[in-house]
C-alpha cells in the first residue's frame, strides 16, 4: 500500500489502522504492538506511517485536556503551572537526550510478533506487580503516620517530583525501544513508582507528555522522510485518513479511560496483555 495508488481497499485498511491506533494508545496495551500485529495479516506500513498517526491519537488529548493546557498556558506566572510545566519540559528533554542517540545507534528489537509477545507478558506481570505495590506502600504510610492524617496525605499528593519526570522520560525510551511495552503504560506505572500514587495524576502527567513526545516524533520522522529521496512514496490520503480515525477515537477513549481509574485497577489491561502475549506466542511462533 506504501508505493500504490490509493483506492479504497486502501483507505479502508487505513481506517482500521487508525482505529486500532486510537484505541490502544492510551489504554495500557501497546498500539505499536497492536499495529505490528495487524499489519502482520493487513500488510505493512511504513515507520512515518506508523509514527504519525500516533501524533493523531495525541491530538485527541489536546482536545480532551484543553481546559488544563489553557490553564498551564494563562498560568504561566504562577509558581504551581511554572513547576509542572518544568518538570514535563525535563521529561521530555529525557526523552530527547537518551532516545535519539538509541534510535541513531539503530538499537531496536526487530518488529515481528515474538518480542511484541514477550514485551505484553512481561509488561502485565510488571503492572499487576508495580500496582500491588504502590498500594502496599501507601496503606503503610497511612497506618505509620496519625490514621486521618496519613489517610488524607496519601490522598491529596499528585504533586510530579523531579525523580518522576527523570523516570517517566527514560520509561518513553523504554517503550521506543521494545515494541509492545506501551508509551503509555510504562509512563504511567514509572510514575506511580517513583511517587506519584495518584493514578490519574500519573495518567495526566503521562498522556500531556505524550504531547511534545509524539508531535517531535512525526515532526522528526517527516523531516527524515523529506531528507530522503530513495524513501518509497507515501500514501497520503491514506495517512490522512488513519491519522483523523485515531484522533476521534483516540478522543473516546481518553475520556473513558480517565473516568475509569478514579476508582479502578489497571488489573483487567494486564491480564488481557498476558492473554494476547501468550495467544500470539502458541499461535504465531517465529513471525
Given at each position: 500500500m506504501i508505493a500504490a495508488p490509493t483506492d479504497l481497499n486502501d483507505l479502508l485498511i487505513a481506517l482500521l489502522l487508525g482505529v486500532i491506533e486510537g484505541l490502544t494508545e492510551f489504554l495500557p496495551v501497546s498500539s505499536t504492538g497492536h499495529?505490528?500485529?495487524a499489519q502482520h495479516w493487513l500488510g505493512p506500513e511504513s515507520d512515518l506511517f506508523n509514527i504519525v498517526i500516533q501524533s493523531g491519537a495525541i491530538l485527541a488529548i489536546v482536545l480532551v485536556f484543553r481546559a488544563r493546557l489553557m490553564a498551564?498556558?494563562?498560568?504561566?506566572?504562577?509558581?504551581?503551572?511554572?513547576?509542572y510545566v518544568l518538570k514535563l519540559g525535563v521529561a521530555f528533554a529525557v526523552t530527547a537526550?537518551?532516545?535519539?542517540?538509541?534510535?541513531k545507534l539503530g538499537w531496536e528489537l526487530p518488529e515481528t510478533v515474538w518480542p511484541v509477545a514477550i514485551a505484553l507478558i512481561l509488561g502485565g506481570i510488571a503492572m499487576i506487580v508495580i500496582e500491588r505495590y504502590v498500594e502496599w506502600r501507601n496503606a503503610r504510610l497511612a497506618v505509620t503516620s496519625d490514621r486521618v492524617v496519613g489517610s488524607a496525605l496519601a490522598a491529596s499528593l499528585p504533586a510530579v517530583s523531579w525523580n518522576v519526570a527523570v523516570w517517566v522520560g527514560l520509561a518513553q525510551v523504554l517503550a521506543g525501544v521494545f515494541p509492545g511495552t506501551?508509551?503509555?503504560?510504562?509512563?504511567?506505572?514509572?510514575?506511580m513508582l517513583a511517587g506519584l500514587w495518584s493514578r490519574p495524576a500519573a495518567a495526566e502527567f503521562a498522556f500531556l507528555l505524550g504531547i511534545p513526545t509524539m508531535f517531535a516524533a512525526s515532526a522528526y520522522a517527516l523531516l527524515e522522510y523529506a531528507r530522503n529521496p530513495a524513501a518509497p512514496r507515501e500514501d497520503w490520503p491514506a495517512?490522512?485518513?488513519a491519522f483523523v480515525a485515531a484522533a476521534l477515537t483516540g478522543f473516546?477513549?481518553?475520556?473513558?479511560?480517565l473516568a475509569y481509574v478514579k476508582s479502578r485497577r489497571f488489573t483487567v489491561f494486564a491480564v488481557y496483555r498476558i492473554v494476547l502475549g501468550i495467544a500470539l506466542l502458541l499461535f504465531l511462533p517465529g513471525q
Open positions: 499495529l505490528l500485529i498551564l498556558a494563562t498560568g504561566w506566572r504562577e509558581r504551581e503551572s511554572q513547576d537526550a537518551v532516545g535519539l542517540p538509541v534510535r506501551s508509551r503509555s503504560a510504562a509512563a504511567i506505572f514509572a510514575a495517512l490522512g485518513v473516546v477513549v481518553v475520556r473513558w479511560l
